[in-house]
T-cell receptor
């Protein structure tokens, strides 16, 4: 039973357009959410996070929205070819978040030049 | 800084063999983790450690053992390899400050195949 789901295994977007990656979760105990980015043959790297009490967090071209019940989205604007990677959504019950991360299956983003 | 270093990067094992995946970090992080990633699946936590001498089970610990004798090193031991352990293994670490945000620093991964 996957508690964190990324229902789109892949997404293709034109360079300069917006990429929207979605994440759904089922566990009501989760109150901290993160996105990690992974290039081939590398480990995941932390991208952006948000707590459940906020509905938006921005970091440059990356924005995470938390406006719907048990649903998150990561927006990348504008998308660049270097953004092509696998993006993992992760969730945590909060305290000592890093110890209790539950990851989704990932979405492979391809940004076409 | 090298960050988190894992060895080997690739390994093929026969069923029943044993091996140790090595992980070392040079960031003086107290918290270290082992995850496995199966195709199309998210990362699943195998074991973690909150400091030297302290380890605890994660979501999928069966078939694995760990030790944490130093702050820097966190090896993962497979005693009797099984095909179900074919996966990519990631070691990660975090500091106390980063832990609250969930930010982990990952190694490049070790791809293990059991035949």
């Amino acid at each position: 039973d996957q508690q964190v789901k990324q229902n789109s295994p892949s997404l293709s977007v034109q360079e300069g357009r917006i990429s929207i990656l979605n994440c759904d979760y089922t566990n009501s105990m989760f109150d901290y959410f993160l996105w990690y980015k992974k290039y081939p043959a590398e480990g995941p790297t932390f991208l952006i996070s948000i707590s459940s009490i906020k509905d938006k967090n921005e970091d440059g071209r990356f924005t995470v929205l938390n406006k719907s019940a048990k649903h998150l989205s990561l927006h990348i604007v504008p998308s660049q070819p270097g953004d092509s990677a696998v993006y993992f959504c992760a969730a945590s019950p909060g305290a000592n978040a890093g110890n209790m991360l539950t990851f989704g299956g990932g979405t492979r983003l391809m940004v076409k030049p | 800084n090298a960050g988190v270093t894992q060895t080997p990067k690739f390994r093929i094992l026969k069923i029943g063999q044993s091996m140790t995946l090595q992980c070392t970090q040079d960031m003086n992080h107290n918290y270290m983790y082992w995850y496995r990633q199966d195709p199309g699946m998210g990362l699943k936590l195998i074991y973690y450690s909150v400091g030297a001498g302290i380890t605890d089970k994660g979501e999928v610990p069966n078939g694995y053992n760990v030790s944490r004798s130093t702050t820097e090193d966190f090896p993962l031991r497979l005693e009797l390899a099984a095909p179900s352990q074919t996966s990519v293994y990631f070691c990660a670490s975090s500091s106390r400050m980063r832990l609250n945000t969930g930010e982990l620093f990952f190694g490049e991964g070790s791809r293990l195949t059991v035949l």
